[in-house]
């Protein structure tokens, strides 16, 4: 068994139970492990669903759960074989922490689709049992291999949301051929929304933002979107029938797909990342009649998140975030179910250390 120390932390006890206070067990770096003091965690919406259970279908939740991939800090110790970080970088981890390096997914860095791939929490834990902890604490511990550099020119509280929601919307949007020349839509304006804005106005397309929340008109048209649509205004939706070359759907909860691929032209591609908990229904015709497809993609691997944050670095592109102390997690929860957040909250974690 590994040794271990205890870090300050905040995880919740049921699908019920708010976050609370608590201390955690981190192995001591074994020779390839990166210590890493958390200084900023974003709150994404996946640790929402999975805090309360809400896939349990597809990944049901061990408890106590600490939840959070969206982790920057600075590496304080190093296991003696690891040559890429030492105390004092600055280092990030996002949403995996190991994988088998070995499968043809691995062998293509697509370390998201190893199917022994490990989650930040809630996914086994080889090294101590039970499950991972995530970023709701003052310090993990990772394989050099899932340790990414930050670059030194980004605001780390606004850099910390890159791991989850950057590379999530980066990912997709490079598959799709997001380009100069292209019509782009993307659906719902929060943490990944925004960031996906953000991404496709700065590979030149024309972005068209879809809310539902009339307040964030103006936002979006600060974030780089070209037009905004009310999506709950059929008559705003009918304009752009056909149109669209790719949409983003990035929207936590239950909404109709269909009403999307309309608004596809022949071979556009709707792409999910938001990941609602119930299925959705789809009509074939959507499909069908242009040739449209529906696709979907998980965050992505470790090079192309690297070269996510490079670009970030080389274009300025931070979340725009509200910081807050770790004490006002649980009201953070309830303003992302109400839509209400502009566009991340990003955890400052002296809050907890001082706890
Ligand atoms: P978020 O900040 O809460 O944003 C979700 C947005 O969806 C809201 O701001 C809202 O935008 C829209 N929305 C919410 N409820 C809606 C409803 N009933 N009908 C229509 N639109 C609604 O969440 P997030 O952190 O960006 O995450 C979004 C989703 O992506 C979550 O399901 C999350 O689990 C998933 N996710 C997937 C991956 C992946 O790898 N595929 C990675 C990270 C997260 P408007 O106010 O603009 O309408
Ligand atoms: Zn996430």
């Given at each position: 068994m590994n040794a271990t120390y205890k870090t300050k932390a905040y995880s919740a006890a049921s699908a019920t139970s708010p976050l609370a206070f608590t201390a955690i067990p981190r192995r001591e770096p074994t020779p390839h492990d990166v210590r890493i003091e958390i200084l900023f965690c974003g709150i994404c919406h996946s640790d929402v669903h999975q805090v309360r259970n809400e896939w349990s279908g597809v990944m049901p939740t061990v408890y106590p759960i600490v939840p959070g991939h969206e982790i920057v800090g600075r590496v304080a110790k190093v296991g003696p074989a690891v040559t890429k970080y030492k105390p004092g970088d600055l280092a990030a981890v996002g949403c995996m922490v190991d994988s088998d390096g070995a499968c043809p997914q691995c062998r293509a860095g697509q370390e998201q689709f190893c199917p022994n791939m490990i989650l930040?929490?809630?996914?086994?834990?080889?090294?101590?049992?039970?499950?991972?902890?995530?970023?709701?604490?003052?310090?993990?511990?990772?394989?050099?291999?899932?340790?990414?550099?930050?670059?030194?020119?980004?605001?780390?509280?606004?850099?910390?949301?890159?791991?989850?929601?950057?590379?999530?919307?980066?990912?997709?949007?490079?598959?799709?051929?997001?380009?100069?020349?292209?019509?782009?839509?993307?659906?719902?304006?929060?943490?990944?929304?925004?960031?996906?804005?953000?991404?496709?106005?700065?590979?030149?397309?024309?972005?068209?933002?879809?809310?539902?929340?009339?307040?964030?008109?103006?936002?979006?048209?600060?974030?780089?979107?070209?037009?905004?649509?009310?999506?709950?205004?059929?008559?705003?939706?009918?304009?752009?029938?056909?149109?669209?070359?790719?949409?983003?759907?990035?929207?936590?909860?239950?909404?109709?797909?269909?009403?999307?691929?309309?608004?596809?032209?022949?071979?556009?591609?709707?792409?999910?990342?938001?990941?609602?908990?119930?299925?959705?229904?789809?009509s074939a015709f959507g499909l069908i009649t242009r040739r449209r497809s529906l696709s979907g993609s998980c965050i992505g691997g470790i090079a192309e998140t690297q070269e996510m944050l490079d670009f970030c670095g080389q274009h300025n592109i931070t979340a725009d975030v509200e910081v807050i102390p770790i004490q006002k997690v649980n009201e953070a929860y309830e303003r992302l179910l109400k839509s209400d957040v502009k566009y991340r909250f990003s955890i400052d974690m002296a809050s907890l250390k001082s706890q």
């Open positions: 930040t929490f809630n996914s086994p834990d080889k090294h101590l049992g039970g499950v991972t902890y995530g970023g709701y604490s003052n310090s993990i511990v990772v394989d050099e291999r899932f340790v990414l550099r930050v670059p030194s020119s980004l605001k780390l509280a606004g850099a910390a949301p890159l791991l989850c929601a950057g590379i999530t919307t980066y990912s997709p949007m490079r598959h799709g051929g997001v380009t100069q020349g292209k019509k782009v839509g993307v659906v719902g304006l929060g943490g990944l929304g925004h960031m996906a804005v953000k991404f496709a106005h700065a590979f030149g397309a024309h972005v068209v933002v879809f809310t539902t929340s009339p307040a964030k008109q103006e936002d979006a048209l600060r974030l780089g979107a070209d037009e905004v649509v009310i999506s709950r205004d059929a008559n705003q939706m009918q304009k752009h029938a056909g149109s669209f070359d790719f949409i983003l759907d990035a929207v936590s909860a239950e909404h109709d797909l269909n009403a999307y691929l309309q608004l596809l032209g022949c071979d556009g591609t709707l792409t999910l990342v938001g990941a609602p908990a119930k299925p959705l229904p789809i």
